[in-house]
Nanobody, 126 residues
Framework: QVQLVESGGGLVQAGGSLRLSCAASGRTLSAQVMGWFRQAPGKEREFVASIRWIGGSTYYADSVKGRFTISRDNAKNTVYLQMNTLKPEDTAVYYC???????????????????WGQGTQVTVSS
């Protein structure tokens, strides 16, 4: 089992920045891919970004490309999401997730991720 704990959410004005962290523990070797997802009230959970522990390849949703950056610290088993130029529509609960996905498998489907954190609220005021 993989345990995930997110932190770093909060309230920020539009145009501001936040950095989310996701600390992984447990059987982390079984999870090659880490993803960030978000869910706004009344909406489905949507993909934000993903990264592989080995090689560091990344993938982003079009809505955050150029504004958000996903990174990882393998020594700390921690994944980060740096969010810049935040917009009110970025307001959501942000979840960290882990999965064992081959290189040919898309990383943007939430149902492929068996391990999830508890989520952290991000609120962007206009």
């Amino acid at each position: 089992q993989v345990q995930l704990v997110e932190s770093g959410g909060g309230l920020v004005q539009a145009g501001g920045s936040l950095r989310l962290s996701c600390a992984a523990s447990g059987r982390t070797l079984s999870a090659q891919v880490m993803g960030w997802f978000r869910q706004a009230p009344g909406k489905e959970r949507e993909f934000v970004a993903s990264i592989r522990w080995i090689g560091g390849s990344t993938y982003y949703a079009d809505s955050v490309k150029g504004r958000f950056t996903i990174s990882r610290d393998n020594a700390k088993n921690t994944v980060y999401l740096q969010m810049n130029t935040l917009k009110p529509e970025d307001t959501a609960v942000y979840y960290c997730a882990a999965a064992s996905l081959g290189y040919s498998v898309p990383t943007y489907y939430p149902n492929l991720y068996p391990h999830w954190g508890q989520g952290t609220q991000v609120t962007v005021s206009s």
